[in-house]
């Protein structure tokens, strides 16, 4: 039996208190992480916005197995945005475009009512061809055949959820919409995890499903801060999470007799509240990364230097090495050498003491001239299997998970304590 065959089958049930009790300490998470965000300067947080916005949409992406170009999904928000402050070395397209007008349609205009034409025109933008890769689909308009998700080999192939009849997508929709549009009773993420749920059963398009029900939930979670900008990515998380994600939908929809769907919010809440955690993590970086092209906008860097810095600043890689230089660029490995002299005489890069071969260099995103003298009782402290850099500066606790990597660093003794304030905390010198 599947969830849709549930009479009256989009109104559920949960255990209501401690659902809400998880909402609530996620709500105040996105409040804090709002908050600081608001503290900074219009350009720093338009730049935040950006890259969380590319965050999102890469990886709502991939989540289906599409793979996108971060810097051609970046230059296109930018160039949607107009926030020419934004350094982008990725090229423009209608088809990027029209997927950014998407999700900045579905965040920033979320008190307009969801209706059939605009959910045909996200679709539309999804699929500009009529295509979805080599196979010709039903394109701005609701499908009108059945779908099964399948996997396995020939004759041992497994059912993963069976769609609605194409005859029912219609008024399904009609009724969900019709909730989506008059639901004022829940809280926005309870709101966001029961719309994706009741979307994605519908399965209401030949393909895309997944990225629209996403751009809906999104379109919730937009009216806890107005709409003035998402600085956190679920569909991020949902990708890191993935498998338990198609687990814990398949087991809902699958399973759903008695309507009850606190599993489903649970873990709904839960994966929201990492992505919030990763948001927090992940705004020191771009805190930094807008600092250092600050500190150094005179200093005249090539093309390819700026392209492989990015990587780095976006912690994408982790080691600074002439080795790693020379594949990301990709170039010779003296000419990595000689771009990284460059930049150690300039300032920008400092190697770590202590080895002759394969050296290791360190992003300098102030300048040291005094910027530790601020600090006091810097440590790392563990909190629930993530690691946090812990420090008072000028009289004022500040706190910044670092990752797992850089931790492991520091245990070997390959990062001090200075290197990781210099890594998590240096936009605190602008502030």
């Known amino acids: 039996m599947w969830i849709y065959e549930r009479y009256d089958w989009m109104h559920f049930n949960w255990n209501k208190d401690k659902i809400a009790s998880l909402a609530e300490s996620v709500s105040s998470k996105i409040g804090f992480l709002h908050g600081r965000v608001y503290s900074l300067t219009e350009s720093d947080r338009s730049g935040a916005s950006v890259e969380i916005l590319t965050q999102d949409i890469v990886s709502s992406f991939s989540i289906e197995g599409v793979q996108l170009n971060a810097d051609d999904v970046r230059s296109s928000i930018v160039k949607r945005l107009g926030a020419t402050n934004i350094l982008t070395t990725g090229t423009t397209t209608h088809f990027m475009e029209g997927v950014v007008d998407m999700m900045l349609d579905a965040t920033r205009n ?3 009512p969801l209706d059939r034409e605009r959910l045909f025109g996200w679709h539309s933008a999804l699929f500009p061809t009529g295509r979805s890769g080599s196979y010709s689909i039903t394109v701005g308009k609701y499908r009108d055949g059945d779908v099964q998700v399948i996997s396995g080999s020939m004759g041992h192939e497994r059912v993963h959820f069976m769609a609605p009849p194409a005859s029912d997508v219609n008024d399904f929709m009609e009724e969900f919409m019709w909730w989506f549009n008059n639901e004022n009773n829940l809280s926005a993420i309870i709101k ?3 719309s994706h749920l009741i979307f994605v059963s519908i399965h209401p398009f030949d393909d895309g499903n997944g990225r629209i029900g996403r751009a809906i939930a999104d379109m919730a979670l937009a009216g806890i801060d107005g709409g003035q900008g998402r600085f956190f990515s679920m569909s991020r998380e949902i990708e890191k999470e993935k498998k338990d994600y198609y687990a814990i939908l398949e087991k809902t929809q699958r399973y759903c007799y008695n309507g009850d769907i606190s599993e489903w919010l649970e873990w709904y809440v839960g994966c929201l509240n990492r992505a919030v955690e990763d948001s927090l993590m992940t705004l020191s970086g771009i805190l930094n990364k807008s600092l250092f092209w600050r500190e150094y906008s005179a200093e005249k860097l090539s093309d390819r230097q700026k392209k492989v810095l990015n990587i780095f600043l976006d912690g994408k890689e982790a080691k600074i090495t002439a080795q790693n230089w020379a594949r990301l660029a990709p170039t010779s490995l003296d000419t990595a050498l000689r771009d990284i002299d460059d930049l150690v005489g300039k300032g920008i890069l400092s190697p770590y ?13 102030v300048k040291k001239d005094g910027f530790l ?10 909190v629930n299997g993530n690691y946090y850099l812990s420090a008072t500066y000028d009289g004022n606790a500040v706190k910044e998970r670092i990752s797992a990597l850089d931790h492991e660093r520091f245990t070997s003794g390959t990062l001090s304590t200075s290197d990781l304030v210099h890594k998590y905390m240096a936009y605190l010198s602008a502030m």
């Open 353 to 365: 003491p202590g080895k002759v071969r394969k050296i290791e260099y360190a992003i300098n995103y």
């Open 110 to 112: 979320y008190a307009i």
């Open 192 to 194: 966001s995890a029961i």
């Open 373 to 382: 003298e601020h600090f006091s009782d810097i440590r790392i402290q563990e």
